[in-house]
C-alpha cells in the first residue's frame, strides 16, 4: 500500500535517477539530486554590474535595462527528473541544503518550497519537482547530475475551522491557480 514516496517521472525514465534519500538516522530530509547537469550564472554578472555604475553615475537607464535586471534575477529551474506522492493532509517542504550557501553562494530565492499533494500526476507536467536557485557567488556555478541540491521533508498541514471546501483540481504549479477562475 502506497502511503508517501519518490517516483522518477517518465522524461527521465531512463536517465539514472537517484530516488532521495536519507543520509542519517534522524535526517529529517530526503535529499534531492539535480537530474541533469547546469551552471548557474552568478546575479553579479557583468551587465547587472554596469546598470548598478550607470545608476551611480546618474546615468539614465532604459527599459532594456530594467528588462536585462529582471531577466539575471530571474531564478533558475533545476530539473529533478522526480515527482513525490503523499496523503492530502501532507506537505513535502523542499528545503536548501546549509552546505549550499555555506560553500556553494547557492540560494533558494523562494525560502523553502511548498510541494503539494496534488501536484502529483498533474496533467501539465506530470509533477515534476524543480528547485529555483540563484547564484548569489561572483562566479557561475557548475552543478553535475546527481549532486544534491535540496532536501526534501514531509509534514502533516492543518486547516482552519472555516476552511473553503474546494473540489478544483491542480492542473500544474508555478502560478497554475492564478490563472484559473475561482470557483
Ligand atoms: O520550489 C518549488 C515550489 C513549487 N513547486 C511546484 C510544486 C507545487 O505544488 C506547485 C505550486 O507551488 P506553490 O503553491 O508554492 O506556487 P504558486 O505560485 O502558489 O503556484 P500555484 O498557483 O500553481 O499553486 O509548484 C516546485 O516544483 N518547486
Ligand atoms: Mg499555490
Not at 546615468?59 to 496523503?87: C, N, S, W
Not at 496533467?123 to 529555483?132: A, D, I, K, R, S
Not at 473540489?167 to 497554475?176: E, M, P, T, V
Request: proline share 5%; net charge negative; hydrophobic share 35%.
Amino acid at each position: 500500500m502506497k502511503t508517501r514516496g519518490f517516483e522518477v517521472v517518465t522524461r527521465y525514465k531512463d536517465a539514472g535517477i537517484n530516488l532521495p534519500r536519507r543520509q542519517t538516522l534522524a535526517s529529517a530530509g530526503y535529499d534531492i539530486e539535480a537530474a541533469e547537469d547546469i551552471t548557474i550564472p552568478s546575479i553579479w554578472r557583468l551587465d547587472f554590474v554596469r546598470i548598478f555604475r550607470l545608476i551611480r553615475n546618474g546615468h539614465q537607464l532604459y527599459e532594456r535595462d530594467f528588462e536585462m535586471a529582471d531577466k539575471i534575477l530571474k531564478p533558475l529551474l533545476v530539473p529533478t527528473g522526480l515527482k513525490v506522492y503523499m496523503p492530502e493532509d501532507e506537505v513535502l517542504i523542499l528545503a536548501n541544503r546549509s552546505s549550499n550557501t555555506f560553500k556553494k553562494h547557492l540560494a533558494l530565492p523562494n525560502g523553502i518550497g511548498v510541494i503539494d499533494a496534488d501536484y502529483y500526476n498533474n496533467p501539465n507536467n506530470e509533477g515534476e519537482l524543480f528547485v529555483q536557485v540563484l547564484n548569489y557567488g561572483v562566479c557561475p556555478l557548475h552543478i553535475h547530475k546527481g549532486d544534491r541540491i535540496a532536501q526534501g521533508i514531509f509534514m502533516k498541514y492543518l486547516k482552519t475551522d472555516d476552511d473553503h471546501p474546494i473540489s478544483r483540481a491542480r492542473l500544474s504549479g508555478f502560478g497554475s491557480t492564478n490563472e484559473e477562475e475561482d470557483d
